[in-house]
């Protein structure tokens, strides 16, 4: 009881009790908006084929010329982005563009894109490298890697009559060796003199990463085995023509080619970055 007392004696006396402090609010933390990530390539893959009236789809085996790809580009960004997708070959010197397609990207939405690499396969044995980018927006180009699987198949053939330069020509021709990744490929010709001296010159094969010969002598009348070696076969597929060329004479294409066939299936990934 006095000590209410002191306390309302204090209070009629002007000398009131300190109030307890307040807190002033606190205010919630600023935070700035987090910028949307530029388009980015999601997946790749060979473009499936469209048959029959149902629409069915399939992936045949590929043997030579363009490979179709289908690519999915997605973009997070709340506006809608325009570009152009570029496409360059890498591995061979310069990287070489080898398609430019238009590309319309709603915002927040994925979008395939078709493209066609018109090189195709050169190399059957080991992969192929394709860079992807987008021109007109911030995406980090992609690399896709195309490695095939082959079956190899070739034969050596004769169109139309053997032709001959002066008395020299070749008269048959044989692929000598399988064709497997790697491995020598060798073609064995025959060629017979029926002229009156002997004859010097070379035998050639084109259509590999570089021209293939074999020096020959060969006496009048008689005739020359040759063979010609490939070091080390790659998978290139296509007809690889036969020529005589006999010295201090212009070369003469012989009737006799090598034809080589692949059958593939493609696998086709991004390479890791």
């Known amino acids: 009881?006095?000590?209410?007392?002191?306390?309302?004696?204090?209070?009629f006396a002007g000398i009131g009790l300190a109030p307890a402090p307040v807190e002033p609010p606190r205010s919630a933390p600023s935070v700035e908006p987090r910028a949307a990530r530029p388009p980015f390539f999601t997946s790749v893959r060979r473009a499936p084929v469209k048959v029959g009236a149902l629409g069915g789809v399939f992936t045949p085996p590929y043997a030579e010329g363009a490979i179709a790809y289908e690519v999915e580009i997605e973009n997070p960004q709340t506006t809608a982005v325009e570009g152009t997708l570029v496409v360059e070959r890498m591995g061979e010197g310069t990287p070489v563009v080898v398609a430019r397609t238009p590309v319309s990207m709603?915002?927040?939405?994925?979008?395939?894109?078709?493209?066609?690499?018109?090189?195709?396969?050169?190399d059957g044995c080991g992969p192929t490298r394709d860079r992807l980018r987008l021109e007109g927006?911030?995406?980090?180009?992609?690399?896709?890697?195309?490695?095939?699987?082959?079956?190899?198949?070739?034969?050596?053939?004769?169109?139309?009559?053997?032709?001959?330069?002066?008395?020299?020509?070749?008269?048959?021709?044989?692929?000598?060796?399988?064709?497997?990744?790697?491995?020598p490929l060798l073609v064995r010709a025959t060629i017979k003199n029926d002229g009156r001296t002997g004859a010097t010159g070379a035998l050639k094969m084109d259509g590999?990463?570089?021209?293939?010969?074999?020096?020959?002598?060969?006496?009048?009348?008689?005739?020359?085995i040759v063979e010609l070696t490939v070091p080390a076969f790659q998978g290139q597929s296509g007809v690889h023509g036969l020529t005589v060329e006999i010295t201090g004479e212009a070369s003469q294409p012989s009737?006799?080619?090598l034809r080589t066939k692949r059958e593939c299936t493609l696998d086709v990934a991004f390479d890791s970055n």
């Open 208 to 224: 590999f990463a570089s021209e293939v010969a074999r020096s020959f002598t060969v006496r009048s009348g008689a005739e020359q």
């Open 255 to 257: 009737a006799w080619s």
């Open 137 to 183: 927006a911030a995406t980090a180009p992609r690399v896709v890697r195309i490695t095939p699987s082959c079956a190899f198949s070739g034969e050596t053939r004769l169109d139309g009559e053997p032709r001959r330069r002066g008395k020299v020509n070749v008269t048959s021709a044989v692929l000598a060796s399988p064709l497997a990744c790697g491995a």
């Open 106 to 122: 709603a915002a927040g939405a994925k979008t395939k894109v078709d493209f066609e690499d018109g090189l195709g396969l050169r």
């Open 1 to 11: 009881m006095r000590s209410n007392a002191v306390l309302v004696a204090l209070s």
